[in-house]
């Protein structure tokens, strides 16, 4: 049985597909998602856009600073 197209040409097919599948969702996903990016609140006087993550974020404006580390405990590696 004799093939209709080369094997390359069946491989670049096969890749464009799925490239194509790819942006497509990509595409949706941005359209799907997209409501929520406009919106933004003011949250403990920074400004925070909406998203899911927005609840489990800290109101305290140091929350995310490294505390001090005594000196004289830190050791080389």
Not at 36 to 51: E, F, I, L, M, Y
Not at 66 to 77: G, L, R, S
């Amino acid at each position: 049985m004799e093939r209709s197209l080369p094997q390359w040409l069946t491989g670049i097919i096969a890749v464009s597909a799925f490239l194509f599948l790819v942006f497509v969702s990509l595409l949706v996903n941005r359209l799907w998602c997209s409501s929520d990016r406009g919106r933004s609140q003011a949250v403990g006087g920074a400004k925070w856009s909406s998203s899911r993550l927005g609840s489990v974020r800290s109101v305290d404006k140091n929350a995310y600073e490294n505390a001090v580390m005594d000196e004289e405990k830190v050791t080389a590696m």
